[in-house]
């Protein structure tokens, strides 16, 4: 599966944004999905994950009630919408497929930055 994320920008605290990941690849439809982000000289983290039905499976605790993740099998495309942001949720966000019966996440896209500006 290869993906592509867009969507990031700046935006001021208490703003929206909403991520798309557009992948292409056979497995895309049976793969988990998730989205990661890496602050500013910190370790990427998962934020939430998808499986390949649409059942999100875990959600960060700092974004609960804020950020919503989705897919479109259809489109092939998953979604993070994100509302109320804050400062912190500055960083770098990456999508990644992990594929039927494997552990990891090894198919990931590149990042798109979102900066929220206090």
């Known amino acids: 599966v290869q993906l592509q994320a867009s969507g990031g920008g700046l935006v001021q605290a208490g703003g929206s944004l909403r991520l798309s990941c557009a992948a292409t690849?056979?497995?895309?439809?049976?793969?988990?999905l998730a989205w990661f982000r890496q602050a500013p000289g910190k370790e990427r983290v998962v934020v939430a994950t998808?499986?390949?039905?649409?059942?999100?499976?875990s959600t960060v605790d700092s974004v609960k009630g804020r950020f919503t993740v989705s897919r479109d099998n259809a489109k092939n495309t998953v979604y993070l919408q994100m509302n109320s942001l804050k400062p912190e949720d500055t960083g770098v966000y990456y999508c990644?497929?992990?594929?039927?019966?494997?552990?990891?996440?090894?198919?990931w896209g590149r990042g798109t930055l979102v900066t929220v500006s206090s």
């Open positions: 990644a497929a992990r594929r039927p019966l494997e552990q990891e996440y090894r198919d």
């Open positions: 690849g056979r497995t895309f439809s049976s793969s988990a």
């Open positions: 998808i499986t390949s039905h649409g059942l999100v499976t």
